[in-house]
C-alpha cells in the first residue's frame, strides 16, 4: 500500500511529468524505466485514475495528473524541508554501504575503528551494489557510500579515500604464461578490468569470473588457479599463495556522499574515514 514512506513514488510523478519521458526520469531518479514504469502505475491504482496519456513519441498528463501536480510537489518540498530540519540536530546515527568489494578493502577493517571513534553513534552497514547505491544515495535512505568506482552526478562528493596495488597470485611457482592458463576474474571496474586485459590479454578467455574478492577466494581454495589480488587480501593465504609478478595498475576505493549533507557531526566522520 501507498503510504507516507513512498514519498519517492511521488517524486518519480513529478520527474515523469517534468521530463514527459520514462527514460530521461529514469535517468534522472538512478532507476530502471521498468521500476518508474512501476511506480505510476502503483500510484495510478492508488488514486483510482490515470494520472498519463502515454502516446508514441510523448507522454502528457491527464487533467487528474495536472491537479496531483502541485500537491505533490508541496508534499515533497514539505517533507524536503522537514528532512533538512532534522538533519541539523547532532548525528546520532549513520547508514553506510559498500560494494563488496569495496567492503573488502576497506570497510571490514575501518568499521570497529568507526564505533570506537565515535562511541556514541550508531552505525547501519549494508553490502550492496552499485544501481543501488547510487539511487540510495540519492533518496537520502543512506548517508555514505563506498565502491571502486566513482559517482558521476553533481549531487555526490566521490574522494579516493584508499588506493592499492595489485599482484598477480597463484596456487604455485610457475610462470605467468602458464599461470594465467586458470585465470580467475575478480572485476575492478571497467577501468581497472580493460587495463588488466591489456596487460594480459589471455585472461579474456578466463573461465571464471565474478565480482567478489571472497567467492574467488573461495573458488581459489578449492580449485587453485591464478588471479590479480591487493597484497594485503592474499597475505592472509600465506604461503599457499605464490607472488608470481607487480601488476602496474592501481585499483581505488571511493568514499560518496551527498554534497549539501549538512548533518552537524557527519563531516568528522567523513574526515576520519578519508584520514585527515
Same mark, same amino acid.
Given at each position: 500500500?501507498?503510504?507516507?514512506?513512498?514519498?519517492?513514488?511521488?517524486?518519480?510523478?513529478?520527474?515523469?511529468?517534468?521530463?514527459?519521458?520514462?527514460?530521461?526520469?529514469?535517468?534522472?531518479?538512478?532507476?530502471?524505466?521498468?521500476?518508474?514504469?512501476?511506480?505510476?502505475?502503483?500510484? $495510478?491504482?492508488?488514486?483510482?485514475?490515470?494520472?498519463?496519456?502515454?502516446?508514441?513519441?510523448?507522454?502528457?498528463?491527464?487533467?487528474?495528473?495536472?491537479?496531483?501536480?502541485?500537491?505533490?510537489?508541496?508534499?515533497?518540498?514539505?517533507?524536503?524541508?522537514?528532512?533538512?530540519?532534522?538533519?541539523?540536530? $547532532?548525528?546520532?546515527?549513520?547508514?553506510?554501504?559498500?560494494?563488496?568489494?569495496?567492503?573488502?578493502?576497506?570497510?571490514?577493517?575501518?568499521?570497529?575503528?568507526?564505533?570506537?571513534?565515535?562511541?556514541?553513534?550508531?552505525?547501519?552497514?549494508?553490502?550492496?551494489?552499485?544501481?543501488?547505491?547510487?539511487?540510495?544515495?540519492? $533518496?537520502?535512505?543512506?548517508?555514505?557510500?563506498?565502491?571502486?568506482?566513482?559517482?558521476?552526478?553533481?549531487?555526490?562528493?566521490?574522494?579516493?579515500?584508499?588506493?592499492?596495488?595489485?599482484?598477480?597470485?597463484?596456487?604455485?611457482?610457475?610462470?605467468?604464461?602458464?599461470?594465467? $592458463?586458470?585465470?580467475?576474474?575478480?572485476?575492478?571496474?571497467?577501468?581497472?578490468?580493460?587495463?588488466?586485459?591489456?596487460?594480459?590479454?589471455?585472461?579474456?578467455?578466463?573461465?571464471?569470473?565474478?565480482?567478489?574478492?571472497?567467492?574467488?577466494?573461495?573458488?581459489?581454495?578449492?580449485?587453485?588457479?591464478?588471479?590479480?589480488?591487493?597484497?594485503?587480501?592474499?597475505?592472509?593465504?600465506?604461503?599457499?599463495?605464490?607472488?608470481?609478478?607487480?601488476?602496474?595498475?592501481?585499483?581505488?576505493?571511493?568514499?560518496?556522499?551527498?554534497?549539501?549533507?549538512?548533518?552537524?557531526?557527519?563531516?568528522?566522520?567523513?574526515?576520519?574515514?578519508?584520514?585527515?
Amino acid at each position: 500500500m501507498f503510504d507516507a514512506m513512498d514519498i519517492r513514488f511521488l517524486n518519480t510523478f513529478i520527474e515523469v511529468a517534468r521530463t514527459r519521458h520514462f527514460g530521461k526520469a529514469a535517468e534522472n531518479l538512478y532507476l530502471t524505466q521498468s521500476a518508474v514504469s512501476a511506480r505510476i502505475k502503483q500510484l $495510478e491504482e492508488y488514486f483510482n485514475t490515470a494520472l498519463f496519456i502515454r502516446q508514441r513519441n510523448s507522454i502528457k498528463l491527464t487533467p487528474a495528473g495536472e491537479k496531483l501536480l502541485p500537491f505533490a510537489e508541496n508534499l515533497s518540498h514539505t517533507l524536503g524541508e522537514a528532512r533538512r530540519s532534522l538533519n541539523d540536530a $547532532e548525528i546520532q546515527h549513520i547508514v553506510i554501504s559498500g560494494t563488496p568489494n569495496a567492503w573488502e578493502l576497506f570497510l571490514q577493517d575501518e568499521l570497529p575503528d568507526i564505533q570506537n571513534q565515535f562511541s556514541d553513534l550508531t552505525v547501519r552497514a549494508e553490502v550492496i551494489n552499485n544501481e543501488s547505491m547510487v539511487r540510495l544515495l540519492h $533518496e537520502r535512505l543512506i548517508d555514505l557510500a563506498f565502491s571502486l568506482e566513482p559517482i558521476k552526478s553533481d549531487d555526490v562528493v566521490s574522494d579516493c579515500i584508499l588506493t592499492s596495488s595489485l599482484a598477480l597470485y597463484s596456487d604455485k611457482s610457475q610462470s605467468v604464461e602458464d599461470a594465467l $592458463e586458470q585465470y580467475i576474474h575478480i572485476d575492478w571496474g571497467v577501468k581497472s578490468s580493460e587495463a588488466i586485459e591489456k596487460q594480459y590479454p589471455k585472461v579474456r578467455r578466463a573461465n571464471f569470473r565474478t565480482g567478489s574478492i571472497q567467492v574467488a577466494l573461495s573458488y581459489f581454495a578449492r580449485n587453485g588457479g591464478s588471479l590479480i589480488l591487493p597484497d594485503k587480501i592474499a597475505e592472509c593465504f600465506g604461503s599457499t599463495m605464490h607472488r608470481l609478478e607487480m601488476v602496474p595498475i592501481e585499483i581505488k576505493t571511493y568514499i560518496h556522499y551527498l554534497s549539501d549533507t549538512n548533518k552537524r557531526g557527519m563531516q568528522e566522520v567523513i574526515n576520519y574515514l578519508s584520514g585527515e
